[in-house]
T-cell receptor, first 110, second 114 residues
Framework: RKEVEQDPGPFNVPEGATVAFNCTYS??????FFWYRQDCRKEPKLLMS???SGNEDGRFTAQLNRASQYISLLIRDSKLSDSATYLC???????????FGPGTRLSVLP | TAGITQAPTSQILAAGRSMTLRCTQD?????MYWYRQDLGLGLRLIHY???????GKGEVPDGYSVSRANTDDFPLTLASAVPSQTSVYFC?????????????FGDGTRLSIL
């Protein structure tokens, strides 16, 4: 089993739609969790950290379920500019080894 | 703020030649990383350094070497390039002294080995 797995995608959604991405991780001692976005031929950029209590940043909501070893990202009111690949990232129990998921590609259509 | 700077942006290299990819950060982050990204395989860790003077092997270290003489610089060297090393290379850094500190990435180097 891969350390970090994500929805295979791609997701093609119309503007204004709500879309959710799922991510599971295998190391129960994982310490930190993040969502990154990566545009085509660009570097990954931090979208948001994921905290145990869940957190929201504008149209984006991240949830963490440690018992199920599961992370989610919800995007509300999708914009064309949200089109990108979304990467789930988990660190080890020391917070130093970052493990990236394979990514889920999102295309928001007009 | 510059953040992380990688050079060159892209390079075409003949097989068998050596090359050093440069990475410099100005955030005083203690940890630095080199990844390669290939279509369908995602980001794979090549080497990392938790602090100046130390380095470690990642998932795919063969054919690559690194050094960390100081906090800011983390060069990646291909001693004798092979076509399978054609990839996009990303350097990253993080402040691992605190909890929940993310990685920050450079713009990447696109390397083609012919």
């Amino acid at each position: 089993r891969k350390e970090v797995e994500q929805d295979p995608g791609p997701f093609n959604v119309p503007e204004g739609a709500t879309v959710a991405f799922n991510c599971t991780y295998s190391n129960s001692a994982s310490q930190s969790f993040f969502w990154y976005r990566q545009d085509c031929r660009k570097e990954p950029k931090l979208l948001m950290s994921v905290y145990s209590s869940g957190n929201e940043d504008g149209r984006f909501t991240a949830q963490l379920n440690r018992a199920s070893q599961y992370i989610s990202l919800l995007i509300r009111d999708s914009k064309l500019s949200d089109s990108a690949t979304y990467l789930c990232v988990v660190t080890d129990n020391y917070g130093q080894n970052f493990v990236f998921g394979p990514g889920t590609r999102l295309s928001v259509l007009p | 703020t510059a953040g992380i700077t990688q050079a060159p942006t892209s390079q075409i290299l003949a097989a068998g030649r050596s090359m050093t990819l440069r990475c410099t950060q100005d955030m005083r982050h203690n940890a630095m990383y080199w990844y390669r990204q290939d279509l369908g395989l995602g980001l794979r860790l090549i080497h990392y350094s938790n602090t100046a003077g130390t380095t470690g092997k990642g998932e795919v270290p063969d054919g690559y070497s690194v050094s960390r003489a100081n906090t800011d610089d983390f060069p990646l060297t291909l001693a004798s390039a092979v076509p399978s090393q054609t990839s996009v290379y990303f350097c990253a850094s993080s402040d691992s002294s605190g909890a929940d500190q993310p990685q920050h990435f450079g713009d990447g180097t696109r390397l083609s080995i012919l």
